[in-house]
């Protein structure tokens, strides 16, 4: 059984503490790939609580407010820093729900360890030792993309690097690997390698489906995918869900082809939910 880390807001946010990992139920990071206001973000936020709640299970808001590794240099790229920190901010104190949000350089990792609950390090920049290691001297848990060019056999060392500045509180997220150009795959047997860290392993289920730069000025993507991975994923063993979704999702400014519709996260999650539940009762899963 992986460690349990536990979330908690504090007394002006959720009542109950987000717990991932250990003995928890399946816990779902959610939100849409890119910051676009604070109306939606907070709409999207609400919406999933909601179904959260109905599933009985932990909810993190997830959103850049920067996408700073877009295909094309004319491609949106979110609302900055301050602006996305501030919406943010309200997200986390509206929803009450915690929030996750992704670092680039180490300069921004402070910052944002002072808004956000979880810091993620995308998949690029996984092996990025400088901001590992300011991400882990923030105390906060950390979130680490596995890249997509990485094994599973890798990320102990990721994972160490994390552990040299005393961090404990980590989640490690599969999210597809290169195959060829402009491909990915899964290959589930990297679930239970990282999961054999200790540490709570989280399914991307909608980045896991981008066909990277396959429509030439950005990444392409196949979202109808997304029910049947996420399936496959509890059946093997995770401790979360990451699905990125958006009201409009062909509106949306980056990822359109792989966001979920938000009216389509909840048929998605239940069954999920109840493979999660099965398989932990087997106890095939440790």
């Given at each position: ?69 877009r295909t094309s240099i004319r491609s949106a790229r979110g609302p900055g820093l301050d602006a996305g ?138 979202r109808e995918y997304a029910p049947h991975l996420a399936r496959a994923a509890c059946a093997v063993g ?24 938000l009216d389509q996260v909840e048929s998605l999650l239940s069954v999920a939910v109840e493979i999660h ?10």
């Amino acid at each position: 059984m992986t460690r349990q880390i536990t979330i908690d807001v504090g007394p002006n946010g959720s009542p109950t503490p987000v717990r991932i990992g250990g003995d928890a139920p399946l816990a779902l990071i959610a939100g849409p790939c890119v910051l676009e206001g604070p109306g939606m973000a907070l709409h999207v936020a609400q919406q999933l609580k909601a179904i959260a709640i109905r599933y009985g299970i932990g909810y993190v808001f997830k959103a850049s407010f920067d996408k700073a590794n877009r295909t094309s240099i004319r491609s949106a790229r979110g609302p900055g820093l301050d602006a996305g920190l501030g919406v943010l901010a309200q997200v986390r104190s509206v929803a009450k729900v915690p929030v996750l949000t992704d670092v680039h350089e180490t300069w921004q990792v402070g910052p944002c360890a002072e808004v956000v609950d979880i810091l993620q390090v995308p998949a690029f920049l996984c092996r990025q030792t400088d901001l590992l290691l300011a991400c882990a001297k923030t105390g906060k848990p950390v979130n680490v993309k596995k890249g997509q060019f990485l094994s599973p056999w890798d990320i102990p060392n990721v994972v160490q690097k994390l552990q040299s500045e005393g961090c404990e509180q980590i989640i490690l997220t599969e999210r597809g690997t290169s195959f060829g150009y402009q491909n990915l795959v899964v290959d589930f047997r990297s679930l239970p390698a990282m999961r054999a860290t200790g540490y709570p392993v989280a399914f991307d289920v909608t980045h896991s489906l981008q066909l990277p730069g396959n429509v030439g000025t950005a990444s392409g993507g196949m979202r109808e995918y997304a029910p049947h991975l996420a399936r496959a994923a509890c059946a093997v063993g995770v401790d979360a869900l990451f699905i990125e979704t958006h009201p409009h999702p062909n509106e949306a400014l980056s990822d359109a082809t792989t966001m979920l519709p938000l009216d389509q996260v909840e048929s998605l999650l239940s069954v999920a939910v109840e493979i999660h539940q099965a398989v932990r009762r087997a106890g095939v899963v440790e």
